[in-house]
């Protein structure tokens, strides 16, 4: 099982699908085995990586890493869920971790991760 760390999730030029998709293909993995593993389309992962591409050649910025928490790739395969809100799920469910928490994490603002984890809950209609 493929795992990812937090952290890749943090560098704002990426929206949350690009840095799973650059990160994966980072460790060596090809554009087919990263659409089987996330269980999304060839040219799907193909278009997010060179959007990713594009943006980091724009800008050459080094990550913050705040602290590393190791998520399981087999999380990202519901596709009912955006890859964000598949992350949130999992960090405030299976992970117990508080909507400020998962904000810092994922340096984004705490009402902004509510908001994820309201829509996802919607979606999936989530006991909150």
Request: proline share 1%.
């Amino acid at each position: 099982m493929v795992q990812v760390v937090s952290s890749i999730f943090c560098d704002r030029r990426f929206s949350f699908s690009e840095a799973l998709i650059w990160n994966l293909r980072g460790e060596g993995y090809g554009f087919n085995e990263i659409a089987q593993l996330l269980n999304r389309d060839d040219r799907t992962i193909w278009t997010l990586y060179h959007r990713a591409e594009q943006k980091s050649v724009k800008e050459q910025v080094e990550r913050v890493i705040s602290r590393e928490i190791i998520i399981p790739s087999s999380v990202f395969r519901d596709r009912s869920l955006s890859i964000m809100e598949v992350l949130v799920v999992y960090l405030k469910e299976d992970r117990a971790f508080t909507y400020r928490e998962i904000g810092q994490l994922l340096q984004r603002n705490e009402r902004t991760i509510w908001t994820i984890y309201s829509r996802a809950g919607k979606k999936k209609e989530i006991k909150k």
